[in-house]
């Protein structure tokens, strides 16, 4: 029994762990409530696990199972699902499930998505205009979902028209939703507002950004009406006489009055854009319908009226005849002779009453006007009006001016290089009218450009005109005409020349240029080698070539024949850089090589400090100096043994520490590069050196202290005696004092 009672308090225990851990865990989910995004946008959701002490495992999913169309993201006790662009796929319920152990929990959140990007557009028909039908479209662009929108169109105050959307979707999409309205519009809408309003009913989203709309001002606009036409003092003229004709018409814009000519083949001649028309000196040839059009941006409206110009019997001739084109700078003579009059009487004028800028001659029936060194102020219709009785007639001699005094003038920016573009320039001095001339630049007979100055001349004047291109000569150039060709294109005019041309003939020269500069028979040479430096240039005439040696103390110029330098015997002192220059007078070329002039180790020495003989424990420096192109390396092996050690130094010395007499023996040092090598031998010798107790024993210590004490005394004693047999006695007083 008490064994039973233990299992199921074990069991209920663990029970209670379980229950426990399944109440400790809480999964939330932000935003806490359903989301409204906007299509394009991006948007996150977040789970987070709060309570659990194991790590927490995320997976997120949609209710209806479809796909996430995001990307998840977990870091610890959170997991993020990120939807970036939204779009109409997101528009789901997504569940997020968290397990904690054995655990479960489970968190929805409700996706809505929406697109209203921009605001509306407004388009028209057409421009509009009084009376006329338009049409006004309003454009609700990328919207959805278009089920929620309502759209209005206002002019002014004044609702045109409210559109509702409310059919099903067939598919999640955003669509562009339109709204069209035709009316007619009056005066009085001129100026009004045209508005454009679209309503996305989504409580979620904001207020602001649940409405859009865009306004356009009218500007309403009127055919011209109404034209009418005044004529003074009548529509019946005689020759010689003058009319004034006044046109008016209506319309918004205010229309801009035009006076024309109907011609015979039904064509109109324009005469004047203004709205007063004012014909003198009438000739029979005026007679006509004339055609007042009051013309602006939407329309216009005509008006005809015709005039009569009654005829005299006399009749008037002119020469050289109706029209005469004049060289500017010449001198023209004008004539006017009438038959079946008598007596005639004679004037001159110009059709726009300005001077004549000319002498009158009158002799009987014939008058003439001399106009000398015409110019700009001649270029008229001069009228010729003969009087006969009370009767007048007059004839009209137009005076056309040209001017084309020189051939073209061929000009080149620079010499003719080959492969250097160069401008051409093909000018045409003094030329007028200009808006007729043509020019063309020919090579050979080929056309390499035309250009033509089809323009309005604002003033009257001679110009220098040009035609420029571009142009890369080549050797197969030389000796080709280019042609500079002129046309002045005035067919009614009877005048010659009205071509001219210019030629020139090519001559391409050539820059140096293929340059090749070499080192025979190789850049890298041995001291001794003959070399021979060579520059050559392509196949170009008349260049020099001139050899250098460059340093920093100056430039050396070489004596080379035909490009060529040769060095015998090269040494050191010609390594360096050399430097070609290939030029002519159209331009030059450099190339430059290095030298490099190699040497093989020479005048070799070796010195030993502090001698070839030393003694145990010592050091030896050996030192070995070369002279050498490229530094050679230096090695120094003991060749006297069977594994002799092999030291390198690139200095040239070496330094042997603490020797011993196994280092006694037979050295060889060598220094050798690339190019070869130098040798010698030395020999060395380490002498034992005595065991340092004998030299510092104490027996010997004292024996060499006595003797120092020894030796002194037996002289003194020597010294003393003498002196006694000299006196015949010895005092070690007497001594005592000639010691001190």
């Given at each position: 029994m008490p064994r039973k009672m233990v299992m199921i308090f074990g069991a209920s225990?663990?029970?209670?762990?379980?229950?426990?851990?399944?109440?400790?865990?809480?999964?939330?989910?932000?935003?806490?409530?359903?989301?409204?995004?906007?299509?394009?946008?991006?948007?996150?959701?977040?789970?987070?696990?709060?309570?659990?002490?194991?790590?927490?495992?995320?997976?997120?999913?949609?209710?209806?199972?479809?796909?996430?169309?995001?990307?998840?993201?977990?870091?610890?006790?959170?997991?993020?699902?990120?939807?970036?662009?939204?779009?109409?796929?997101?528009?789901?319920?997504?569940?997020?499930?968290?397990?904690?152990?054995?655990?479960?929990?489970?968190?929805?959140?409700?996706?809505?998505?929406?697109?209203?990007?921009?605001?509306?557009?407004?388009?028209?028909?057409?421009?509009?205009?009084?009376?006329?039908?338009?049409?006004?479209?309003?454009?609700?662009?990328?919207?959805?979902?278009?089920d929620r929108l309502e759209m209005d169109l206002l002019k002014g105050n004044h609702l045109l028209k409210n559109k509702d959307f409310l059919e099903p979707m067939e598919r999640k999409s955003v669509e562009t939703k339109s709204l069209e309205v035709i009316f007619t519009p009056t005066n009085e809408d001129d100026g009004k507002a045209l508005v454009c309003r679209a309503?996305?009913?989504?409580?979620?989203?904001?207020?602001?950004?649940?409405?859009?709309?865009?306004?356009?001002?009218?500007?309403?606009?009127?055919?011209?009406?109404?034209?009418?036409?005044?004529?003074?003092?009548?529509?019946?003229?005689?020759e010689g006489g003058s009319v004034t004709m006044t046109c008016t018409s209506e319309g918004l814009p205010v229309p801009q009055i035009v006076w024309s000519k109907k011609l015979d083949n039904g064509k109109l001649?324009?005469?004047?854009?203004?709205?007063?028309?004012?014909?003198?000196?009438?000739?029979?040839?005026?007679?006509?319908?004339?055609?007042?059009?009051?013309?602006?941006?939407?329309?216009?409206?005509?008006?005809?009226?015709?005039?009569?110009?009654?005829?005299?019997?006399?009749?008037?001739?002119?020469?050289?005849?109706?029209?005469?084109?004049?060289?500017?700078?010449?001198?023209?003579?004008?004539?006017?002779?009438?038959?079946?009059?008598?007596?005639?009487?004679?004037?001159?004028?110009?059709?726009?009453?300005?001077?004549?800028?000319?002498?009158?001659?009158?002799?009987?029936?014939?008058?003439?006007?001399?106009?000398?060194?015409?110019?700009?102020?001649?270029?008229?219709?001069?009228?010729?009006t003969v009087t006969c009785g009370r009767k007048k007639m007059e004839k009209r001699i137009k005076v056309d001016l040209y001017s084309f005094p020189r051939d073209p003038e061929i000009e080149m920016s620079s010499p003719l290089v080959d492969g250097n573009p160069v401008n051409i320039s093909c000018k045409v001095p003094d030329v007028y009218p200009v808006d007729r001339?043509?020019?063309?630049?020919?090579?050979?007979?080929?056309?390499?450009?035309?250009?033509?100055?089809?323009?309005?001349?604002?003033?009257?004047?001679?110009?220098?005109?040009?035609?420029?291109?571009?142009?890369?000569?080549?050797?197969?150039?030389?000796?080709?005409?280019l042609v500079c060709r002129a046309k002045l294109h005035i067919d009614e005019m009877e005048f010659e020349p009205k071509q001219r041309q210019s030629t020139q003939i090519l001559n391409v020269k050539v820059a140096p240029k293929d340059m090749q500069f070499t080192a025979s028979p190789s850049e890298s040479v041995k001291e001794g080698d003959t070399v021979i430096i060579s520059c050559t240039c392509g196949n170009v005439p008349k260049t020099w070539i001139i050899l250098k040696k460059k340093a920093e103390t100056g430039d050396t110029v070489l004596k080379s024949t035909d490009g060529s330098y040769t060095i015998h015997k090269a040494q050191l002192e010609d390594a360096g850089v050399y430097e070609c220059e290939s030029k002519n007078e159209i331009g030059l070329q450099l190339r430059s090589i290095t030298l490099d002039v190699k040497v093989p180790p020479r005048n070799t020495t070796i010195s030993i400090h502090p001698s070839r003989n030393v003694k145990e424990g010592e050091n030896i420096t050996i030192t070995c100096k070369t002279f050498s192109h490229p530094p050679a390396v230096i090695i120094l092996k003991r060749v006297d043994v069977a594994n002799g050690v092999t030291m390198c130094s690139k200095n040239g010395t070496f330094t042997l520490y603490r020797v011993t007499q196994n280092d006694t023996g037979v050295y060889v040092i060598s220094a050798s590069n690339e190019v070869g090598d130098d040798s010698g031998r030395i020999e060395i010798s380490v002498m034992r050196r005595e065991n340092n107790k004998d030299y510092f024993s104490p027996e010997l210590l004292v024996l060499y202290c006595a003797s120092s004490l020894i030796i002194p005394a037996i002289g003194m004693t020597i010294y003393f005696a003498r002196r006694a047999n000299m006196k015949g006695s010895y005092s070690l007083v007497e001594a005592q004092k000639s010691k001190v």
């Open positions: 225990h663990i029970l209670w762990m379980v229950f426990a851990t399944s109440q400790a865990f809480k999964l939330e989910i932000f935003p806490e409530s359903e989301i409204v995004a906007q299509i394009g946008n991006s948007v996150s959701l977040t789970c987070s696990m709060t309570g659990c002490e194991s790590p927490p495992s995320f997976s997120w999913r949609t209710q209806i199972d479809s796909p996430l169309n995001g990307k998840v993201k977990t870091e610890g006790t959170r997991s993020t699902l990120t939807m970036d662009p939204v779009s109409t796929e997101n528009e789901h319920s997504y569940l997020c499930t968290g397990i904690c152990g054995s655990a479960k929990a489970e968190k929805g959140i409700k996706v809505h998505v929406y697109s209203f990007p921009k605001d509306p557009e407004i388009h028209l028909s057409g421009h509009p205009v009084v009376g006329k039908p338009v049409t006004v479209t309003c454009l609700v662009p990328d919207v959805y979902p278009f309503k996305l009913h989504i409580d979620e989203i904001d207020v602001g950004l649940q409405e859009r709309e865009i306004t356009t001002q009218l500007q309403v606009r009127i055919s011209p009406k109404n034209t009418v036409i005044s004529v003074s003092p009548s529509t019946m003229l005689q001649q324009l005469l004047s854009r203004n709205a007063t028309l004012t014909l003198i000196a009438m000739r029979m040839e005026d007679s006509g319908i004339y055609v007042c059009e009051g013309v602006n941006l939407v329309g216009k409206d005509r008006k005809e009226v015709e005039l009569i110009v009654q005829e005299k019997l006399f009749t008037v001739e002119v020469s050289p005849g109706p029209q005469v084109a004049a060289q500017i700078g010449d001198s023209v003579m004008l004539t006017c002779g009438v038959t079946g009059c008598e007596s005639p009487s004679f004037s001159w004028r110009t059709q726009i009453d300005s001077p004549l800028g000319g002498k009158v001659r009158n002799e009987g029936t014939v008058s003439t006007l001399t106009l000398n060194s015409v110019n700009f102020e001649n270029e008229h219709s001069y009228l010729c001339l043509e020019i063309e630049l020919l090579k050979e007979e080929s056309t390499i450009k035309n250009k033509t100055f089809l323009v309005n001349m604002h003033k009257k004047s001679q110009e220098t005109k040009s035609l420029e291109m571009t142009f890369i000569p080549t050797t197969e150039d030389t000796g080709e005409v």
